[in-house]
């Protein structure tokens, strides 16, 4: 479904990104694993579209869309959280969830889609009417999955979702990911939180100063090598 | 007791201008950091509008007016402002700066720095005495017609997806783009409607003062903006709120003033903005907003 | 103490050398070099501050009209004086300056009041700091405008006394030259400019940047004090207009085009600037383009400068200099070391390309 071939992205003169090449097949869950400043999150916001590459591709379903804005990666099927939440705080959440839909064409469906999302994450419906800032890390990381999930992808793109979450939130969060693999949506997660992301992906890739260091399915990645990974081996591919 | 009721409605009269002016302003900056210093010159030509046209039936007159108006708006932001957005405050600053000059000068070599007149909306200027107070028309309309406009853009940007979409704009743009928001058309709607405040605000102006200059621009962007400032720029209750309490300022001190001091009437306000910029950056209305700590 | 020399000498050179071409065309050149040369000095003023501390001020040109009040009243001879100012207080009525001293008491004088208004301006940043040294420039014209006894309002004033040559501008010129380039290598200048690249590092490394930039904004305030003089020296009249909007943008425009952070930028931008602005005011008089009339239209030079000005912040905003001084722009042929190759941390607040 997604295929990255060679990306570079630059921040003036820092390489973050350099040669990255990966692929998503339908239907997956796959993780981009790494330590901090390997540049997990700038090669997902390339992706998204928030980031213009500077050198590579980007191809999804079999078009190019290297260097399409995030409004159009969202009207191609593409949709990312990004790290931090960032939903809109003065924004009530009923309001959250409807700018999560702006780009629908099909317009009666989407209140079908938020009862769904409500029924998901019940918390929203209790908070409907009230500003979104009212809520606490974990219940705003829900609003932003939900609104995420409004715009109908078929790849959502998640940065971190279960950063600063308590334990029992985490659970959560990756309880609706795995659900969502089986709804049929796919996921590029970049995770810190190595271990719980080995578990749920069906591949993981693993980045280290702009660079893919390793790659494999669930169950080849045990925490040692991980380690190793994350603190300077490096792996024949 | 009449010297109370007429310093309010001239207050209300006053605020109603300062709150349009900065509302435009407002808008502007809450989505892109820009502080449009050419809004004043869409109000100046907006006047300009008004003196071509004044002969015309007022409705023909104030759609001219509001059509002219949005289309500089809509050239502005698509030619100035849209290659340099993102940029850093100062530079969208002079950006804006530049465009305002620009503005002007053409409008220098077009019209010459003779002031011209216009009877515009005579209608107006007739009077209403009820007891010993006197109200003028063009105060009424001045007052209920920037109620209506400020009940009409609450309502866009509550009821409407377009205005949610511009609120979430200005709250965090690069999340809204995210969300699959077209950027440039908020951004463009955001102009348009700042095109339509100002375009009222010149009509009214000149009705107010028949007179219209290449530099009549000056006055109301700097009250507006000084509004939008007290208010917390961005904010745009904070606005409306800062453009009446400025309209109630300006009034206070014009009747307050000695005869001698009138004519230092905007020194005094301008060293009140300074001494508010430097006390409270975030504005009177906000509370102090995060400051960063080292 | 070397890079000050050097630096210095070579703009002074660059200063020279125009000036010496300007004077020696017809009178409207001349006169045209002489305005150059008081702009170079303003805009050098400005650079002192702003370029130095990324402070954008707008109300720097308060301070040259103080300057430039200070030396009509001190050197106005007593027919003039009592004609145009008959109700000046004694201690002003009696002052009398020679030429120099007035350049440097205004100076001193525009000085002293940004000292009083440093203490709030210094500690704002980014736009609250423009705007509210914007509202300075409002409050100031609006002090010249009514404040009759001293300044004639908007009647504006008229010196009699002779004006400054060519030369002499120049060697004002320099000497503002040698002060912008030396503050900049002071340990003040480099504080500061540690403070324009990033403001929460500087601070958090112990520099007091409200003091950088109260030391900076005073000495700015003399130096473009020192500029109202010359402005009031040169063209012998003024009034409250002069120093208000159109002439702060002339500056602004200079700053940005030829770079706002350097001081060779503040000369290039001068040249560049001045020799457009004469070009099209040829334009704007109507001239004659292979025998067909252009047709003259007051306010052409205007918007061709601000088409410029829009131009290079669209196109280049860091200006012709690019951010780069004389010295280091002439040193550019040799080349360099290669550069180490070390992992990329992960960039949070980069700036990258953003797609549309």
Known sequence: MLTVADLSVHYGRIRAVRGVSLRVDDGEIVGLLGPNGAGKTSTLAAVAGALRPAEGTVTFDGTEVTGHSAERMVRHGVTMVPEGRRIFATLTVAENLSLGATARRDR??????VEDQLERFPVLRRYYRSPAGRLSGGEQQQLAIARALLARPRLLLLDEPSLGLAPLLVDLVFDTIARLRAEGITVLLVEQNASRAVELADRCYVLRGGGIVAEAPRGQLHPDRLGALYLGDREVL | MTTAVQFVLDALTAGSFYALFALGIALIFGIMQLVNFAHGELIMVGAYVVYLTYRWPWPAMIAATVAAVVLLALLMERIAFRPVRGANPATLLITS????????????????????????????????????????????????????????????LRRTRLGVQMRAAA??????????????????????????LAAAGSVLLVSQTGGISITMGLAPVLFGFTAA????????????????????????LQYALPYQLAGYRDAFLFLGVFALMSLRPGGLLRTAGAEVRV | MRTVAVRAGLLCAVVVAAAALGQAGDPRLVRATGTALIMLVLVLGLNI???????????????MGVGAYVTVIARLSEAQKSFQLPDLPGGLAGLELSGPMAVLVSGAVAAACAAVLAAPVVRLSGLTASLATFA???????????????????????????????????LWACLAVVVAVGFQRTRTGVRLTASREDEIAARAVGIRVWAERGAAFVLSAFVVGAAGSLFAQYFSSLNPDSFFLTLTFTAIAILVVGGLTTVTGAVAGTLVVSVALE?????????????WKVPSRSGLAEVGLALVLLGVLVVRPLGITGGHEIDRL???RRPRPPRRRTPAPEEEHGHPARTA
């Open chain 1, 108 to 113: 009666a469906a989407v209140s079908g889609d």
């Open chain 2, 97 to 156: 700066f530049a465009v305002s000059f620009l503005l002007q000068n053409l409008a220098q070599m077009a019209f010459t720095t003779l002031p011209k007149s216009a009877d515009a909306l005579p209608a107006l200027s007739r009077s209403i005495t009820a007891g010993r107070i006197t109200i003028s028309w063009l105060s009424v309309v001045t007052i209920v017609t920037t109620a209506v406009l400020l009940v009409a853009l609450a309502l866009f």
């Open chain 2, 171 to 196: 709250e965090d743009f690069g999340m809204a783009q995210l969300c699959g928001v077209r950027g440039n058309r908020v951004v463009a709607a955001a102009f348009a409607i700042g095109g339509v």
């Open chain 2, 229 to 252: 400032a007290v208010g917390g720029l961005g904010s745009l209750p904070g606005a409306v709120a800062g453009g009446y309490l400025l309209g109630f300022g300006t009034t206070l």
């Open chain 3, 49 to 63: 501050f702003i370029g130095n501390s990324g402070v954008f001020s707008f109300g720097h040109l308060a301070f």
């Open chain 3, 136 to 170: 300075i420039l409002i409050a100031a014209n609006s002090v010249f405008e009514n404040w009759e006894t001293v300044t004639r309002g908007s009647a504006g004033l008229i010196l009699d006394a002779d004006p400054p040559g060519i030369w002499t501008l120049v």
């Open chain 3, 279 to 291: 070009l099209l005011r040829l334009v704007e008089r109507g001239v004659y383009l292979g025998g």
């Open chain 3, 330 to 332: 002439l040193r550019r």
